[in-house]
Nanobody
Framework: QVQLVESGGGLVQPGGSLRLSCAAS????????MGWYRQAPGKQRELVAS???????NFADSVKGRFTISRDNPKNTVYLQMNSLKPEDTAVYYC??????????WGQGTQVTVSS
């Protein structure tokens, strides 16, 4: 059973930074695409950023230039560095692991609130 545990959320002022972490259990972490999604109240869950096993990155247009995603395979951990945060970044952020035909897994989510 795969478990994804997020941490690092919280309250930050506009223009501030946060780093989210997602620690994954299970084997062969390095083989899978990892991603961060977010869901704001009343909105659909959306992809924020993803990183493939080969290190290719993809970002939502709304976060390009402000967010970065990275992975530490020996630690089975993926990170989301969020800079220049805006109130519209407020959401619950979810970690996601894509195992292709073997299914996918979600973390429990961590709240990020950007407010003065």
């Amino acid at each position: 059973q795969v478990q994804l545990v997020e941490s690092g959320g919280g309250l930050v002022q506009p223009g501030g930074s946060l780093r989210l972490s997602c620690a994954a259990s299970g084997s062969i972490f390095s083989a899978y695409t990892m991603g961060w999604y977010r869901q704001a109240p009343g909105k659909q869950r959306e992809l924020v950023a993803s990183i493939t096993a080969g290190g290719n990155r993809n970002f939502a247009d709304s976060v390009k230039g402000r967010f970065t995603i990275s992975r530490d395979n020996p630690k089975n951990t993926v990170y989301l560095q969020m800079n220049s945060l805006k109130p519209e970044d407020t959401a619950v952020y979810y970690c996601h692991q894509d195992r292709g035909r073997f299914g996918d897994y979600w973390g429990q989510g961590t709240q990020v609130t950007v407010s003065s």
